[in-house]
């Protein structure tokens, strides 16, 4: 295996994990590695801190390792890639590959379809259309270019549309671009459902509100009876089961509590329980959209391979579209695009938010790189800062710990820094990762990038 060969497989693979293609410096490294260099002889060839050097390092043993299954490090790199040359012809790893790169729980062996770079036809995608279609996409908002997510498109539209999932949750850091997949997503698939409404939560409607809110659309009349008629179940599923309807719920994450573990209910918003346990519980050919920063627990426990139930985390864009981002803030020096979207990890909220500072300034991106390791203009602070403030206090303890911490830490390490009882540390860890606001690797744990300088400068 050459060392072409070798920079080609990894770009695959880090590319099935991330959406990313390996950038200049992951690539040296590499190269270094495979050369049996040491972080410091590839940090003077780049001119760059050996620190940093060992920082990217470590995140791309992590992505590989997650991709491969396996821990892979800097010193078993070149024998990994080597075992892995071989039984790539057994095709195993070739499904991997293919499959890995969206973190998609509990799902059916049934790989999505391979992704493509040419977004989906929706023209095409919908060959079933129903006869008779009512759709409430009046909350739907409408949020300029999209660019790809092709292979999360098709992901979720197989879901939905061949294994008939009832409940799909699409989990991911603000910015990252749910709302936008989704708005996406209704289009492609909505015409193959009778019913179709969006449905923001961010006003924390009560149970009573939402499924009145529902049955005055399902019926479409001004009276409602919430009265239960069959046992316990909700008033709601007499439509969710006669008809095939779909359900977009986004900012899930208002009927959560702040200030405990994620997806705990607040207080007069526990009767959510049951709409979702009877979402999968009971027969129907309904499904339901959520889309948030949490999910709810039970949800979050009952997803396995054998239920209808899914949970995409959404990760940042990919290089060539991150790239569109930035092109159509107008911003300048291109050649230096790939660091910002490397440190700002492809979010689209976050890019925009550091372009428009650029731009209004009459900065630069190389003014900003040189600046601070990773700059944190104040309306992605704004950002941050809501789903932080969300945070147990023990949870807040736990990321300060692991803010310190360039490299992974694992559980033991946390305990011995900490005053934090093994309990409660776990399930903090547990709820930190159900947020996505950890990186995880066996029992290793590191922050990301971007929410470890928010938090060191808090
Ligand atoms: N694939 C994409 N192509 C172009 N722009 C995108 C894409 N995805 C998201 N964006 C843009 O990024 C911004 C944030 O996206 P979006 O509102 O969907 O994020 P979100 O994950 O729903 O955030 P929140 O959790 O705060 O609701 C929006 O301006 C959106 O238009
Ligand atoms: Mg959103």
Known sequence: MNLKEVIKLADELVFARTGKHLNDLQETILRGTWEDEDYKEIANGVHRSEDRVREVGMELWQILSKELGK???????????????????????????????????GESRHPPDIPNSHPPNPEKTNTKQTKTSHQDLSEMPELGA????????????????????????????????????SVQLVKQIKDEFEYVIWYSLATSPTIT????????????????????????????FKYLQKHRCLVVLDDVHNLFSSGQLAGYYKQGYEEY?????????????SCFLLIGWEQPREVAQLKSKHTPLRTLTLKGLDNASAREILRDKGLAEEENWDAVIDRYEGNPLWLKSVATLIEELGSSVSDILQNEPIFLPEDLKDVLRQQFDRLSEIEKQVLSLLAKEIAPINLAKLLENSRITSSDLLNALQS???????????????????????????
Do not use: W
């Open 209 to 236: 509100e939402f499924q009145t809110n529902l049955i005055q659309f399902f019926s479409n009349s001004e009276k409602v009876d919430l009265t239960a008629t069959n046992g316990t179940r909700l008033p709601l």
């Open 71 to 105: 821990k892979v490090s800097k010193s078993n790199f070149r024998s990994t890639m080597e075992r892995l040359q071989v039984s790539l012809f057994s095709n195993v790893v070739q499904d991997h590959v293919r499959v890995g790169h969206i973190n998609f729980c």
């Open 432 to 458: 930190l990762s159900r947020r996505c606001l950890l990186e995880q690797q066996a029992n290793f744990y590191t922050l990301r990038p971007v929410l470890r300088q928010y938090i060191k400068r808090l």
């Open 273 to 285: 329980r049951s709409l979702f346990k009877q979402i999968e519980e009971l027969s129907h050919n």
């Open 146 to 181: 999209f660019y790809d997510r092709t292979p999360e498109l098709k992901t979720l539209a197989k879901s939905i549309t061949q294994e008939h999932c009832r409940l799909v949750t699409i989990l991911g850091m603000s910015g990252i671009g749910k709302t936008a997949l």
